[in-house]
């Protein structure tokens, strides 16, 4: 027998837990967005307050995705996926991930505001409360349409970073949001059809698990034909140019055709190439969206030399 | 050699603890540098009248 025992107490946190609980790689999208959105409006803004809006809109993004792993840590602890998160693996207290949460929206929405204007900091908040209550308390629990109507969350950031520019929505920043809401559900359930039993496994109503397979498969291609009339709208607008609709038109083309073949296949076919066709649908929605932003990005950059725009 | 170890714990601690100050430090800087922009343009110093056009209010020496 010893005197020495060792402490078991909670575990601590480090600084790098606290970062991951503000999901960096969905911070990464909401920056890219962000800027475009702040980039291609027709006001220029200085660029310490541009970094600063940025800045804070992530940080609310991040803020949000801290509240969702507090509310979220039963079920994250269930799915493969996300069990390793600071929360559910109890590296950080469901408190802790709370106050921060809290903490850092508030700091977030002010600073915005202080920062560009009280419409792109309203907008922010109202982000982080569709974020967290409207998707993560009310609906992801309680229907498989939760993606769809969840999907406007992540579509806001460039129409929070048009509004720092413009104090003002317009029919373009509504485009914005338009394009990344329609892109999300097909990209998303993409990933659901291959990431088979982590979502039955936790209970959450995912439309592969109430609906079925098949009915996911037509879901995804009823959306993407949904999104190219979106995509392609936006380029007759005055963010839009030659080039983002050479671009768009490549792209919806290129989904549309991995859609389609998602739709035409069945389980046996995809277990039988474990989901190829699925996976690389999923890879390409990433760079469909990264690449459709890059040329708004691209008509901006180019238009004081006169060859951006129509 | 030390008397006491460092305890994994400590370097932990230290970490974390660094990032909160540089995370600190960080932010006082963004809140000066945003104030040097938003002074230096000028807006928020002006006072209303100055903003209007200002025409002095009755009963005062211009």
Not at chain 1, 81 to 93: A, D, I, L
Not at chain 1, 163 to 168: F, I, Q, S, V, Y
Not at chain 1, 199 to 224: C, D, E, F, Q, W
Request: glycine share 10%.
């Amino acid at each position: 027998m010893t005197d020495i025992r060792a402490f078991e107490g909670p575990q601590e946190a480090g600084f790098g837990d606290y970062v991951q609980l503000l999901k960096p790689r969905v911070m990464s999208l909401v920056v890219f967005t962000a800027l475009v959105g702040i980039l291609v409006a027709p006001v220029s803004v200085h660029p310490v307050l541009a970094f600063v809006s940025i800045l804070f809109i992530a940080l609310g993004g991040g803020a949000s995705g801290a509240l969702n792993m507090w509310w979220d840590a039963d079920i994250d602890a269930v799915m493969r996926r996300t069990k390793n998160r600071p929360v559910p693996s109890g590296r950080v207290q469901s408190g802790e991930a709370l106050g921060i949460g809290m903490g850092l929206s508030g700091l977030s929405v002010l600073m915005l505001g202080l920062a560009s204007n009280w419409l792109a900091a309203g907008l922010l908040a109202f982000t982080i409360f569709f974020y967290v209550v409207i998707y993560s308390m009310w609906l992801k629990r309680s229907t498989p349409q939760n993606i769809v109507i969840g999907g406007a969350a992540g579509a806001f950031p460039p129409m929070i970073g048009w509004a720092c520019a413009t104090g003002a929505v317009s029919v373009e920043s509504l485009l914005m949001f338009a394009l990344i809401f329609m892109w999300t559900p097909p990209h998303f359930w993409a990933l659901a059809l291959f990431m088979k039993d982590d979502y039955s496994n936790a209970g959450v109503p995912m439309l592969t698990v109430t609906h079925g397979r098949r009915s996911t498969r037509k879901h995804i291609l009823v959306y993407t034909i949904l999104l190219a009339p979106v995509a392609l709208a936006a380029g007759f607008t005055s963010i839009g140019g030659p080039i983002y609709m050479a671009m768009a038109a490549v792209l919806n083309a290129m989904f549309l055709r991995g859609a389609w073949r998602i739709w035409k296949r069945d389980e046996a076919m995809a277990e039988a190439d474990n989901y190829a066709v699925e996976k690389s649908v999923f890879r390409f929605s990433l760079y469909y969206l990264f690449l459709l932003f890059g040329a708004f990005l691209a008509e901006a950059a180019l238009r004081p030399y006169g060859f951006g725009g129509w | 050699m030390a008397l006491r170890p460092e305890h994994e714990i400590h370097t932990r601690r230290f970490g974390r603890n660094l990032g909160v100050g540089l995370t600190l430090g960080a932010f006082i800087l963004i809140v000066f540098a945003m104030t040097v922009v938003k002074v230096t343009q000028g807006g928020i110093l002006q006072a209303p009248a100055a903003q209007a056009g200002a025409e002095p209010a009755k009963g005062t020496t211009p």
